[in-house]
């Protein structure tokens, strides 16, 4: 968060303190009216994003006490089963929330507490990432398009920011801005990406939630703490994606601001 706001103070435009007493007579400027709202809503949905982190990270610690006759891994197994999947292997991963679906070499990565633990949040989460390789085998449209994304993804996630902030000096320089607007572009890849992924995992949810309900392994205070726990799982795909909208709209504020400055 500091080098953000240290990029903001460097490329916010020195007119900003050069001409106080014109922007006490005429208001003030198109770039910083610009530049508060951007900046107001970076703040907002990073303050949002903690909160969410906060909450899920609360009902994960809180679930992965309650108990459960199943562990991850039994889970698992049962609902690849269950759903004619025999080509994927479930496999315990290092670390924590170091869960998920690899469609490259199809496993189902589980991360040690959700892989041997009875609890409900391991069969929650567990649940979650079949449905992923579910999604996978059934050619799931947006778990399609998100596969097909990141390419591109990557080389606007490796060159979209530097591209963008060369535009902006030479946007400051006096040059036209389609530098900044290509890089605004390619910085856009990684938010698309973001939104892409939400219908994704809320689906991924929904098959596990369904799943656990009609398999009887999870009984009706289990589908719900299950639910609760997935619930705040995926609202931090939703901040996550609202945060990077907010960068975008903070810099596409920012080359507007810049031109306006030109003129």
Not at 31 to 56: A, E, K, P, S
Not at 127 to 152: D, K, N, T
Not at 176 to 193: K, Q
Request: charged share 10%.
């Amino acid at each position: 968060m500091q080098s953000l706001f240290t990029t903001l103070a460097y490329y916010t435009p020195s007119s900003a303190y050069t001409h106080s007493s014109s922007y006490a007579q005429q208001g003030m400027g198109h770039y910083d009216g610009f530049t508060l709202i951007g900046i107001g809503l970076i703040i907002l949905c990073t303050l949002l994003g903690v909160i969410v982190q906060n909450r899920m990270m609360a009902s994960m610690r809180q679930f992965s006490a309650t108990p459960a006759p199943f562990s991850g891994a039994d889970v698992a197994h049962a609902m690849l089963q269950a759903n004619g999947i025999h080509d994927v292997r479930v496999i315990s991963t290092q670390g924590q929330l170091t869960d998920h679906y690899n469609p490259a070499n199809r496993t189902v990565n589980l991360s040690e507490d959700v892989y041997n633990v009875r609890s409900v949040a391991a069969m929650a989460v567990a649940a979650h990432e079949c449905g992923h390789a579910i999604q996978h085998a059934q050619a799931y449209p947006w778990l399609s398009l998100r596969s097909q994304l990141v390419p591109l993804v990557s080389i606007g996630s490796k060159f979209g920011q530097f591209v963008l902030i060369l535009g902006l000096i030479l946007l400051g320089m006096g040059s036209g801005a389609t530098v900044a607007w290509f890089g605004l572009l390619l910085f856009g890849t990684t938010t698309v990406f973001a939104f892409v992924t939400l219908p994704v995992e809320f689906d991924a949810s929904r098959r596990a939630l369904a799943w656990l309900n009609s398999s009887g392994m999870a009984d009706r205070a289990m589908h719900g703490q299950a639910q609760t726990a997935l619930r705040w799982a995926a609202m931090t795909y939703v901040s996550a994606a609202l945060s990077s909208l907010a960068m975008l709209v903070y810099y596409a504020l920012m080359i507007l601001g810049r031109s306006n400055d030109r003129h």
